[in-house]
């Protein structure tokens, strides 16, 4: 059974700083690919940033220079650096893992973790 369980969410004045943390396990195949999306109330669900195996970022227009993406060495753990957080960034933010099996690749998601950024 995979698992993806995130943490780092919470409550943020703007101008602040959080860290969401992403960590898979019960997967016997390679992570191909990990990131996170976010979704604001009324709102389509968006990616935010994604980063490979091979270390390739991507990141959304709205938080480059802002936000950074990193994994962990041993490839099963994201993270997700969030400065200069403004209101607009308030969302549930969902990591994903994308795992390469034989014939597919599969994405499982975690149970999201909320960011609120209000004075």
């Known amino acids: 059974q995979v698992q993806l369980v995130e943490s780092g969410g919470g409550l943020v004045r703007p101008g602040g700083s959080l860290r969401l943390s992403c960590a898979a396990s019960?997967?016997?195949?390679?992570?191909?690919?990990m990131g996170w999306y976010r979704q604001a109330p009324g709102k389509q669900r968006e990616l935010v940033a994604g980063v490979t195996r091979a270390g390739t970022t991507a990141y959304a227009d709205s938080v480059k220079g802002r936000f950074t993406i990193s994994g962990d060495n041993a490839g099963n753990t994201v993270y997700l650096q969030m400065n200069s957080l403004k209101p607009e960034d308030t969302a549930v933010y969902y990591c994903?893992?994308?795992?390469?099996?034989?014939?597919?690749?599969?994405?499982?998601w975690g149970q999201g973790t909320q960011v609120t950024v209000s004075s």
């Open positions: 994903f893992a994308d795992f390469l099996t034989p014939s597919i690749t599969t994405r499982d």
């Open positions: 019960g997967s016997r195949f390679q992570i191909n690919a």
